[in-house]
Nanobody, 116 residues
Framework: QVQVVESGGGLVQPGGSLRLACAASGFTFSRYAITWYRQAPGKERELVATITSTSGSTNYADSVKGRFTISRDNAKNTVYLQMNSLKPEDTAVYYC?????????WGQGTQVTVSS
């Protein structure tokens, strides 16, 4: 049974940090590129960060470059998103997507709220 589960969201003050985790099971995790997306109320879902399956190359949205870091631990079937210097505009539901060829799996999302 395929599962993709995000965790680590919550309420944080501006300037604070959170680390999200995306834990997967039921498929060969190491073959899959993993992407974090986010969706704020009334806005379209947008790509935040991607990490490839083989080389572990990363790519970030301009809005998070220098603040967010994506990493993966294939032994634990988990991808992390370290988020520093958080801003109110980072408030959104964060989703994890695993993709390999024509296969794509989504998690249910985790809420991140940045507010004082």
């Amino acid at each position: 049974q395929v599962q993709v589960v995000e965790s680590g969201g919550g309420l944080v003050q501006p300037g604070g940090s959170l680390r999200l985790a995306c834990a997967a099971s039921g498929f060969t995790f190491s073959r899959y590129a993993i992407t974090w997306y986010r969706q704020a109320p009334g806005k379209e879902r947008e790509l935040v960060a991607t990490i490839t399956s083989t080389s572990g190359s990363t790519n970030y949205a301009d809005s998070v470059k220098g603040r967010f870091t994506i990493s993966r631990d294939n032994a634990k079937n988990t991808v992390y998103l370290q988020m520093n210097s958080l801003k109110p505009e980072d408030t959104a539901v964060y989703y994890c997507n695993a993709k390999y060829l024509s296969r794509s799996f989504w998690g249910q999302g985790t809420q991140v709220t940045v507010s004082s």
